[in-house]
Nanobody, 125 residues
Framework: QVQLVESGGGLVQAGGSLTLSCAASGLTFSSYAMGWFRQAPGREREFVAAIRRSAGFIYYKVSVKGRFTITRDNAKSTVYLQMNSLKPEDTAIYYC??????????????????WGQGTQVTVSS
């Protein structure tokens, strides 16, 4: 049984930082690309960042590039999202997801096979 468990969300003031973690189990972690998505109230789920299985290729939503950093530790089966300079518009539930890395685009959420339960990030102004 595949499980993705996010942690690290919380309430932070604008300009602050948070680091999200996603621990995976039940799958060969090093074979999967990992992504972070978010969903704000009343809005569709959107892509935030993704990293290929080898960590050699990383992709970001334009509005978070330079502020967020995605990394992975294959030995720990964990993917991280370091978020700096947080803004109120970053407020959302953040989800990690896993998909077979077949070399195709990583920003499309329907292509992800497994999802975590989400962790709330709230940025106050």
């Amino acid at each position: 049984q595949v499980q993705l468990v996010e942690s690290g969300g919380g309430l932070v003031q604008a300009g602050g930082s948070l680091t999200l973690s996603c621990a995976a189990s039940g799958l060969t972690f090093s074979s999967y690309a990992m992504g972070w998505f978010r969903q704000a109230p009343g809005r569709e789920r959107e892509f935030v960042a993704a990293i290929r299985r080898s960590a050699g290729f990383i992709y970001y939503k334009v509005s978070v590039k330079g502020r967020f950093t995605i990394t992975r530790d294959n030995a720990k089966s964990t993917v991280y999202l370091q978020m700096n300079s947080l803004k109120p518009e970053d407020t959302a539930i953040y989800y990690c997801a896993a998909r077979t890395d077949d070399g195709s685009v990583l920003s499309r959420s329907p292509l992800y096979e497994y999802w975590g339960q989400g962790t709330q990030v709230t940025v106050s102004s």
